[in-house]
């Protein structure tokens, strides 16, 4: 049976989201921190890809990431009050901007002592530290983007797996080039129509996911088609 659509999903359906993912962790549960190390592992290029425009050092920036999430998990960083919630794009990219300038300031506070010290990387003090820049936050927004698009492309994937959705995932991103339908239609002994209509399907079926994808980082309902439009403008560039 299809999914149904987003306006005939439930209100049970609608509360497992990432923030459902957040607040499960609270307890002691096995099953609850592997959940949380699982939405890490999602979110580790955004978080990565920050970390680089901050020290433009790309060893450095996987092992500030590395310590990022390690502390995230170990020190109850998910737990932040209320007021730091909404988006968990805007949640995560506060608390990581908090631990940079912590991290960078007392980097640079040993090195003006002549003293390096170790936190999952070596001689901190030699950080190549950089200032918080637009650049930065837009590389992380970029980065989120990508990923909640390669989260919702493994699930059209997973409902449309061979040889004809490998074709016609090429057009999910942009329009044919003239004669590509012919040939296609050629190819599977369809009418052009048909493989334009199978693309239009399929166009509308990523937006699906992408907006579910979406939706589960979000604390209002409401903020969804605001976040949808920014993150699509993100995607567009």
Known sequence: MSDPPPSKRT????????????????GDGTSAHSALESLCKDYWDPVYAHVL????????????????????????????????????????????RRFLNDELQRA???KRGGRTVTMS??????????P????????FDRAWARTLLDRALALLRKENDGERFDQL????????????????????????NTIAAAVRRLRRRLRDHLREEIRQTLDDEEDV???MRHLLHLLAQ
């Not at 092992?63 to 998910?78: I, N, P, R, V």
């Not at 040939?183 to 369809?190: I, M, P």
């Open 11 to 26: 209100s049970q359906q609608f509360s497992t989201t990432r923030w459902g993912v957040v607040k499960a962790a609270a």
């Open 108 to 110: 640079r506070a040993w």
């Open 225 to 227: 088609d605001e976040e």
């Open 53 to 96: 425009q901050r020290v433009a050092d790309s060893h450095l920036a996987e092992d500030l990431t590395q310590e990022f999430f390690s502390k995230f998990l170990s020190q109850g960083w998910f737990l932040r009050p209320r007021e730091d919630r909404g988006k968990f794009r805007t949640f995560l990219l506060t608390i990581l």
């Open 132 to 139: 918080e820049r637009p650049d930065a936050t837009n590389e």
């Open 169 to 192: 995932s090429q057009f999910l991103q942009r329009e044919p080039d003239q004669g590509e339908y012919q040939a296609l239609s050629a190819r599977f002994g369809v009418p052009p």
């Open 121 to 130: 990387m070596d001689e901190v003090g030699e950080i190549p530290a950089a």
